[in-house]
């Protein structure tokens, strides 16, 4: 079973939903949602908001339907997108985000920093960004660029 369908929750998700302040009203998005863990937890706290859930992954895609359905939550969208590709017309109050930093087995920076660039285009002022990533992943500098505040809100030896 892919590691996005698995029941569990890996310790970077755990550490991203323990610091994610999410809004009542918030209008979410969730790039690269696999199973859907962190866009259930949106759903959540953002009850009178929406939450957008896109994976490129049809199979992701799949589960987190499933997940939303068996969940009862009415205000989650879930799209198949590469990317925030699907809705890059909409704006969003908060994007959140744990990418994937393999693809065919290689290590690779290229997604998460599309993400952050996507995020970037689809937030309104103000909005919140969250990504969770492994200390040694170097994204900061890609969000410098495409962020006018960037902090770390959280982490441990092994995620920020």
């Known amino acids: 079973m892919p590691p996005f369908a698995s029941g569990e929750l890996d310790e ?3 550490l991203l939903l323990e610091v ?3 809004h009542s009203t918030d209008k979410a998005l969730d790039i690269g949602c696999g199973a859907g863990f962190i866009g259930l937890h949106v759903a959540r706290k953002a009850s009178k908001g929406h939450v957008t859930m896109v994976d490129a992954s049809l199979a992701a895609v799949a589960v987190a339907r499933q997940r939303v359905a068996q969940s009862g939550l009415t205000n989650i969208t879930v ?3 590469d990317g925030a590709q699907a809705v890059l017309s909409q704006r969003f109050d908060l994007v959140v985000t744990n990418p994937p930093f393999h693809s065919g087995g290689i290590q690779t920076t290229e997604i998460a920093e599309r993400f ?3 995020a970037a285009k689809v937030l309104r002022p103000r909005g919140r ?3 969770v990533a492994n200390r040694f992943l170097k994204y900061e500098p890609t969000m410098r660029a495409c962020f006018k505040t ?3 809100v959280g982490g441990n030896t092994r995620y920020k």
């Open 116 to 118: 952050i660039r996507e």
């Open 12 to 14: 970077g998700t755990r």
């Open 150 to 152: 960037v902090e770390e």
């Open 79 to 81: 799209l198949p997108s």
């Open 129 to 131: 960004f969250y990504l």
């Open 20 to 22: 994610l302040e999410v």
